[in-house]
Nanobody, 127 residues
Framework: QVQLVESGGGPVQPGGSLRLSCAASGYRFDDYAVGWFRQAPGKEREGISCISRSEGTTFYRTSVKGRFTISIDSAKNTLDLQLKDLNDDDTAVYSC????????????????????WGQGTQVTVSS
């Protein structure tokens, strides 16, 4: 079955960087679009980024554009998210997700567009 396992979260100071990774298994990695979401305490889950597997097109939430970068390593079946210039608003549980189409929803889309989810990794931005 499809399994997604995130890693790389942890505490970080404002202005710092982290690299999150999502190891995928149980399906043909090149077949489906993949995305990153996050959920802060007391808030709804929000989409951060999506990468299409047809053209490799990437989409980013406005608040993270220019600071976060999504990438894929097809040889390792991993989806990465590089986080830079972090601030307090970035504190959340970050999860990767698979959409059962090669293209992103359009844009990132809501959580209901994605079928498979990882368990999440906590990112805490604090001085």
């Amino acid at each position: 079955q499809v399994q997604l396992v995130e890693s790389g979260g942890g505490p970080v100071q404002p202005g710092g960087s982290l690299r999150l990774s999502c190891a995928a298994s149980g399906y043909r990695f090149d077949d489906y679009a993949v995305g990153w979401f996050r959920q802060a305490p007391g808030k709804e889950r929000e989409g951060i980024s999506c990468i299409s597997r047809s053209e490799g097109t990437t989409f980013y939430r406005t608040s993270v554009k220019g600071r976060f970068t999504i990438s894929i390593d097809s040889a390792k079946n991993t989806l990465d998210l590089q986080l830079k210039d972090l601030n307090d608003d970035d504190t959340a549980v970050y999860s990767c997700a698979v959409k059962e189409r090669r293209t992103c929803p359009p844009f990132i889309g809501g959580p209901q567009k994605y079928t498979y989810w990882g368990q999440g990794t906590q990112v805490t931005v604090s001085s």
